[in-house]
């Protein structure tokens, strides 16, 4: 909220970078969508009081350089494990997420807008990435209610130890859903995202 009102006080337009997991429809909200759904209440908020202000909301932003989750699953793919499972990944190019937000600023089109590239399944996600990392394709199913087993364990230890746990329950039932999402309406700023193939030739650079 201070940010909302300090953008009402000086006049300065707002670009809120929120997430996919806040959108209405979602089978499972998770804290994260939570603390994301709550920021876009500030922002509209801000907006009815007179702020300029623009949202982005992002699908799974990829990057070589993540330090969240991201990275988790690099260092599996790169371990080799012969393991996938059900579920899509839906995905947008770090690069496009930030050209994008240049570009809205850059139009002033202040607006709700919808980042995302590309859906996959995680077996196609985990073969391509295998291919570029030169490791075994993954080729056991994995049923899911095993991996989200699994990250309540890892949840339990990583309390324990007092460290971040590598796949957390959270992410192991959102890993098991099925959604999409729709950002046709990026069309209306002429955008365009980077291939598949770019995004993922960089991502497991």
């Known amino acids: 909220g201070h ?3 300090a953008c009402l006080t000086f ?16 089978s499972y ?27 982005v909301a992002p699908s799974i932003v990829l990057a070589p350089t993540d330090k969240g989750e991201g990275r988790h699953l690099l260092r599996y793919l790169k371990r080799g494990l012969p393991f996938y499972f059900d579920g899509n990944i839906n995905f947008v190019d770090a690069r496009d997420v930030a050209d994008l937000a240049f570009e809205i600023i850059k139009q002033q089109k202040y607006d709700k807008w919808t980042a995302h590239a590309e859906t996959m399944s995680w077996k196609n996600f985990m073969e391509e990435g295998s291919l570029r990392l030169n490791t075994r394709k993954p080729s056991i199913k994995l049923p ?3 991996l989200q087993i699994g990250g309540l364990f890892n949840e339990a230890r990583a309390f324990i130890a007092r460290q971040e746990p590598g796949l957390s329950y959270r992410s192991a039932k959102l890993a098991a859903a099925e959604n999409t999402f729709d950002s046709s309406k990026i069309k209306e700023l002429g955008f365009k995202f980077r291939s598949r193939k770019e995004t993922l030739d960089w991502y497991f650079a």
């Open 3 to 5: 940010v909302v009102d």
């Open 144 to 146: 899911n209610a095993v």
């Open 11 to 26: 006049g300065t337009p707002l670009l809120y970078i929120s997430s996919v997991a806040a959108l209405e429809g979602q």
């Open 29 to 55: 909200l998770s804290p994260y969508g939570h603390s994301k759904m709550l920021g876009e209440m500030e922002v509209y908020r801000g907006r009815e009081e007179g702020l300029k202000a623009a949202i």
